[in-house]
T-cell receptor, first 112, second 115 residues
Framework: KQEVTQIPAALSVPEGENLVLNCSFT??????LQWFRQDPGKGLTSLLLIQSSQREQTSGRLNASLDKSSGRSTLYIAASQPGDSATYLC???????????FGQGTRLTINP | EAGVAQSPRYKIIEKRQSVAFWCNPI?????LYWYQQILGQGPKLLIQFQNNGVVDDSQLPKDRFSAERLKGVDSTLKIQPAKLEDSAVYLC?????????????FGPGTRLTVT
C-alpha cells in the first residue's frame, strides 16, 4: 500500500527566503507525482506534475524534483512571498491507476 | 474553460440526517473523482467514475455513502445517515481519459459539518 509523507507539517519563514518542502513515498512504482497548493476554504490548484521518467519540472519560482528510486520529491520555492502562504500537498499516481494518493500537506506561512 | 463546479459550498447538519453534494466536471472529462479531506489530512479517494461506470470505490463506506453519475456528466454524493466523523471537505475532481498524464482538476469543495 502506497504511503505518502510530508515533512514538516508546518513551516514559517521570513519573506524573501528560498525554501524546500519534502515529500516521500513508500512504493517507487509510480506513474507520476503532482504538487498542489490549497488555500484556506478552497480547492486544490495543481502546481507541477512530474512524470516518472523526468527528474524535475519548473514553473516560475517553483522547481520540483523527483528521485523515484529513493522515493523522494522536493518542491523548491525561490524568493518566497507572503502570497505563497498556503498548504502544499504532494500526491503520487501508481502505474496502471488514475487515482492520487496524497500526503498530509505542509502548511507554509511567509512572514512579511 | 469553466472549472469543476460543486454545490453547496457549505452544509451543516445534525448526526443521523442525510445530505447530498453535487458536482459538474469540466466539459469532456470522462473521469470523475470524489475525495474526502478531513481537517489536517490530505484528501482520500472515495470513488472514481469513468463515464457512467465505477472504477474504484474501495474506500467508500457503502453502508452510509452512495454516489452516482448520470449520463456520464454530473455526479451526486450522498451520506445517509451522517455521523460526526463525516465532518470534512468533500472535493470533486475530473480528468481527461485520453492522453498519458491524467492530470486532475479540482473543484472548490463542499465543507460539511455534522453536529
Amino acid at each position: 500500500k502506497q504511503e505518502v509523507t510530508q515533512i514538516p507539517a508546518a513551516l514559517s519563514v521570513p519573506e524573501g527566503e528560498n525554501l524546500v518542502l519534502n515529500c516521500s513515498f513508500t512504493d517507487s512504482a509510480i506513474y507520476n507525482l503532482q504538487w498542489f497548493r490549497q488555500d484556506p476554504g478552497k480547492g486544490l490548484t495543481s502546481l507541477l506534475l512530474i512524470q516518472s521518467s523526468q527528474r524535475e519540472q519548473t514553473s516560475g519560482r517553483l522547481n520540483a524534483s523527483l528521485d523515484k528510486s529513493s522515493g523522494r520529491s522536493t518542491l523548491y520555492i525561490a524568493a518566497s512571498q507572503p502570497g505563497d502562504s498556503a498548504t502544499y500537498l504532494c500526491a503520487v499516481r501508481r502505474q496502471g491507476a488514475q487515482k492520487l494518493v496524497f500526503g498530509q500537506g505542509t502548511r507554509l506561512t511567509i512572514n512579511p | 474553460e469553466a472549472g469543476v463546479a460543486q454545490s453547496p459550498r457549505y452544509k451543516i447538519i445534525e448526526k443521523r440526517q442525510s445530505v447530498a453534494f453535487w458536482c459538474n466536471p469540466i466539459s469532456g472529462h470522462a473521469t470523475l473523482y470524489w475525495y474526502q479531506q478531513i481537517l489536517g489530512q490530505g484528501p482520500k479517494l472515495l470513488i472514481q467514475f469513468q463515464n457512467n461506470g465505477v472504477v474504484d470505490d474501495s474506500q467508500l463506506p457503502k453502508d452510509r455513502f452512495s454516489a452516482e453519475r448520470l449520463k456520464g456528466v454530473d455526479s451526486t454524493l450522498k451520506i445517509q445517515p451522517a455521523k460526526l466523523e463525516d465532518s470534512a471537505v468533500y472535493l470533486c475532481a475530473s480528468s481527461l481519459i485520453q492522453g498519458a498524464v491524467y492530470e486532475q482538476y479540482f473543484g472548490p469543495g463542499t465543507r460539511l459539518t455534522v453536529t
